[in-house]
């Protein structure tokens, strides 16, 4: 949706916070411990958090952070102020589902808080000292457990399997005939006679007589 780093399915609702004077990073932790949560766990979570009572545990923006022995031994501290600005959102999400007719109980699908605009500030009496403010906004989007006003889901019907049974026809199988190539023998060429050959092939051939005289 439109002004929001979370794609928003339907039935869902939520709120955003705009230029929150905060830390940025310590609102990104708070969002963080709530963020998959139910709401009415989330709603007394940042209660406390807010009065001081209990920490947060840092996951990311721990760098040279004590440990908290309510934590485990694991990084944590006490964002009070962060804490009451995602509060507000969360109740703000929370009546906003509410006019939607969404139910009373949400899960919280997306809590997060991005760094905002920077304001440059000049020190006091002309000094040359410079800061920066730095603001911050949060967004939370939550999903109604129950069933919207008016709305009626009916339940997937089960695919039924349907068994068709499939003919298969055996047809006889088909010899191919192999087209051989036609093998032609080259004619054998008779050699070529002469005339004079031919006409000695005619010739009767006479036996030899000797010469020997008749006798009378």
Known sequence: MKGYSFDIPENCAKARLEGVNASYKELAEVCGRIRNKKTDWAVDFLQQVAEGEIPVLFKRHNKNMGHRHELGGQKGRYPQKAAKFVLKTLQSAIANGKTLG????YTILSASANKKEIYPRMASKGRQARSFLETARIEIVLKGDEIP????VTPPKKSEAKSVEVKTETKPAVEKKE????VTTPKKEEPKQH???SEKKVEKKVPHQHAEYNKG
């Open 195 to 197: 005339k004079h050959e």
């Open 149 to 152: 006003k008016g709305v009626s």
């Open 102 to 105: 969404l139910g009373d109980i």
């Open 179 to 182: 087209d051989k190539p036609e």
